[in-house]
C-alpha cells in the first residue's frame, strides 16, 4: 500500500477525522479501558503514598507535579498503543489487541521521553493559559497569551504519536518528533486544523479545573485526586486517537505523509 491509499482511508473533513478517530478508539475499545484502568491505578498508588494536600499551597502543588510525572508513565504507554492503533486502521492493516500491545511496550521508552519534554513545556506555559490567577498579570493580556497556548497545548498532543509511529525507535526519535510535531502543525495550510486541535487538546483541562474547583468548594476529601485524575485516564486516550488523526492528516496536507510502520504480528 502506498500513501496515497493511506490518504484516502483517511477522512478529509475536521468532522470526519474526529468521526475516525473516536471509530478507531472504540475498535481496541476493551485494549484501551484495560490501560486506562492502569492509569488510574498508577495515579491512586501515589494518591495513597504522598500525604493529602489542598489545592494552591506548596505541599499541593508539589502533590500535583507528583501525579502528574507519575501518571506520565503510565499515559505514554497508552498514548502509543492509541496511536499505533489508529495509524494501522488509516493503513487499512488493523491489528489485534496483542499486537498493538507489544508494538506500544516496543515504542514506550522514546514515548515517555517525549511526554516528559511536552509536559514540561505545558507546566511551564501554564501560568498563561487563563486557567489561575497570575499575580502581577493584567487579566487583558490573559486574552492573547490564552489561545496561543490552548495552540501550543494542541501541537504538544501531537509529539507522542509522532515518536510512536517514527520508523526510527532510538532516542534521536523524540528530537525529531517533536520537531516534526512543530513543523506540520504550523504548516500554513494546518493552521487553522491546528486550532480546532487546540480547542480539543484543552477540552480535559477545562473540566479537570471545574471538577476540582467544585470539590474544593465542597470541602471533599482527596479534591485534587478525584478532580484531575479520573478525567485523564478517561480522556487520555480519546485525545490521543483524536491526535494521530490529525498528525497523519497534518502530514498529508503538508506532503509528508509516510505509510505508518505497522506493528509486527506477535
Known amino acids: 500500500m502506498n500513501a496515497a491509499d493511506e490518504?484516502?482511508?483517511?477522512?478529509?473533513?475536521?468532522?470526519?477525522?474526529?468521526?475516525?478517530?473516536?471509530?478507531?478508539?472504540?475498535?481496541?475499545?476493551?485494549?484501551?479501558?484495560?490501560?486506562?484502568i492502569g492509569v488510574f491505578a498508577a495515579y491512586s498508588a501515589v494518591e495513597y503514598l504522598?500525604?493529602?494536600?489542598?489545592?494552591?499551597?506548596?505541599?499541593?502543588?508539589?502533590?500535583?507535579?507528583?501525579?502528574?510525572?507519575?501518571?506520565?508513565?503510565?499515559?505514554?504507554?497508552v498514548v502509543a498503543a492509541v496511536a499505533i492503533g489508529v495509524a494501522a486502521r488509516a493503513a487499512g492493516a488493523p491489528a489485534s489487541p496483542a499486537t498493538l500491545a507489544g508494538a506500544a511496550v516496543e515504542r514506550w521508552l522514546p514515548v515517555i521521553a517525549v511526554t516528559f519534554l511536552a509536559q514540561t513545556v505545558a507546566l511551564l506555559t501554564s501560568p498563561l493559559a487563563g486557567f489561575t490567577?497570575?499575580?502581577?498579570?493584567?487579566?487583558?493580556?490573559?486574552?492573547?497569551?490564552?489561545?496561543?497556548?490552548?495552540i501550543l497545548w494542541g501541537i504538544l498532543t501531537l509529539t507522542g504519536p509522532f515518536v510512536a509511529l517514527g520508523a526510527n525507535r532510538g532516542l534521536f526519535s523524540v528530537i525529531i518528533g517533536f520537531g516534526r510535531a512543530f513543523?506540520?502543525?504550523?504548516?500554513r495550510r494546518n493552521v487553522l486544523r491546528l486550532c480546532v486541535l487546540g480547542a480539543v487538546a484543552v477540552?480535559?483541562?477545562?473540566?479537570?479545573?471545574?471538577?476540582q474547583n467544585f470539590l474544593v468548594q465542597r470541602h471533599v476529601r482527596h479534591a485534587i485526586f478525584w478532580g484531575n485524575e479520573p478525567v485523564d485516564a478517561i480522556t487520555i486516550g480519546p485525545l490521543t486517537a483524536v491526535a494521530t488523526a490529525f498528525a497523519l492528516d497534518f502530514a498529508r496536507r503538508a506532503g509528508l505523509l509516510e505509510k505508518p510502520q505497522p506493528p509486527a504480528s506477535g
Not at 490567577?133 to 490552548?150: D, E, H
Not at 477540552?203 to 471538577?211: C, E, F, G, K, S
Open 7 to 36: 490518504s484516502e482511508r483517511l477522512p478529509h473533513s475536521v468532522g470526519g477525522l474526529l468521526g475516525f478517530a473516536l471509530g478507531a478508539w472504540f475498535a481496541n475499545a476493551p485494549l484501551y479501558i484495560a490501560l486506562a
Open 50 to 77: 504522598v500525604p493529602s494536600a489542598r489545592p494552591q499551597t506548596p505541599l499541593g502543588d508539589f502533590k500535583l507535579y507528583v501525579l502528574l510525572y507519575t501518571g506520565l508513565f503510565a499515559d505514554s504507554l
Open 133 to 150: 490567577q497570575v499575580t502581577g498579570m493584567p487579566r487583558g493580556v490573559l486574552y492573547v497569551t490564552a489561545p496561543l497556548t490552548w
Open 183 to 187: 513543523a506540520v502543525s504550523l504548516d
Open 203 to 211: 477540552l480535559p483541562i477545562v473540566l479537570q479545573t471545574a471538577l
